[in-house]
């Protein structure tokens, strides 16, 4: 199932201008696949044209967050949960996004315990591997 636009709304609870998921390319119970394209006015935009590293982390953690979204209305909850990320690990940035590029993320969450889950995403530019990162994500109750 894609989820776009007014869609993503329901999925995540951050709102313009820092709504940093454009689609869900595909998702399941543990997995999703977002897509972002960058624009040149988005929040985390540089002076060179390229979207910083915590615009990045940021995107993964809206992807995350999506993916969480996608949980609770198969729950059939109210409205999606609110995360908090607690931790960033293993971040790696190779570069990054340039303005007009597509940046899709894969997101898989492993362990969680009682509110807390451990998500790893990678995002990339067509083929290429541009960041990923390990989060711990808070729930808020």
Do not use: W
């Not at 940021?58 to 999506?66: L, P």
């Not at 190779?94 to 997101?107: S, W």
């Amino acid at each position: 199932m894609r989820y776009q636009a007014d869609d993503i709304k329901r999925l995540i609870p951050q709102r313009e201008p820092f709504i940093m998921v454009d689609e869900i390319e595909a998702v399941d119970d543990t997995h999703a696949v977002t897509a972002f394209t960058v624009l040149r006015d988005t929040y985390f935009m540089l002076p060179d044209g390229t979207m910083s590293e915590t615009g990045l982390i940021e995107h993964i953690a809206q992807s995350c967050s999506a993916l969480m979204g996608y949980q609770a209305l198969a729950q059939q909850l109210e409205k999606p949960p609110v995360g908090l990320i607690g931790e960033v690990k293993h971040f790696e940035c190779q570069r990054r996004p340039k303005a007009d590029e597509k940046v899709c993320t894969a997101i898989e969450f492993g362990f969680t315990f009682g509110n807390v889950t451990i998500a790893t995403g990678e995002s990339r530019v067509g083929e290429e591997l541009i960041a990923k990162a390990q989060l711990k994500i808070f729930m808020m109750p």
